[in-house]
């Protein structure tokens, strides 16, 4: 997955929206106003920031090395995932959909709600679903 391919995946997510709050070179994807990644390129190599499971953020360092403690985010929360090829695509999408899901966990119940009759809860949750059944 490329940084295109990211930012077209991190759209997909229901409600989700991007804008600028740290300059032009680095989307910020939200649902609602809460942030859950980000995107954007050091030496023509993309990277992404998504929140994470505390447990689970140290198991995916562990795991691949391009997985890094989140840059300039709380490193429990957050990690930086550079897209250089060696995290295979539906593991950066399942990370993707985690960070989306944590987000819309912690909405106001009214945003929560709203957005679990519109897009259902398993299309906001899906990834939770099988961090929990672990």
């Known amino acids: 997955m490329d940084g295109e391919q990211a930012k077209a995946y991190f759209l997909s ?3 989700a929206w991007h ?3 740290f300059g ?10 809460k942030m859950f990644g980000t995107l954007g390129w050091e030496d023509e190599l993309a990277r992404i920031n998504l929140k994470c499971d505390p447990e ?5 360092r562990d795991i691949f090395a391009a997985v890094l403690p989140g840059y300039h985010m709380n490193k429990a929360h957050w990690n930086t ?6 995290v295979p695509r539906g593991e950066l999408e399942r990370m993707i ?12 119940k009214a945003e929560r709600v709203q957005l679990e009759v519109e897009f259902g809860k398993h299309a906001l949750y899906r990834a939770l679903q099988s961090l929990n059944a672990r």
């Open 13 to 15: 997510r229901p409600a």
């Open 19 to 21: 804008d600028f709050p």
């Open 24 to 33: 032009p070179d680095v989307y910020v994807f939200k649902v609602k106003d």
């Open 56 to 60: 689970q953020a140290l198991m995916l």
């Open 81 to 86: 995932v550079l897209l250089d090829g060696t």
């Open 97 to 108: 959909d985690l960070s989306y899901a944590l987000v819309v966990k912690r909405l106001k």
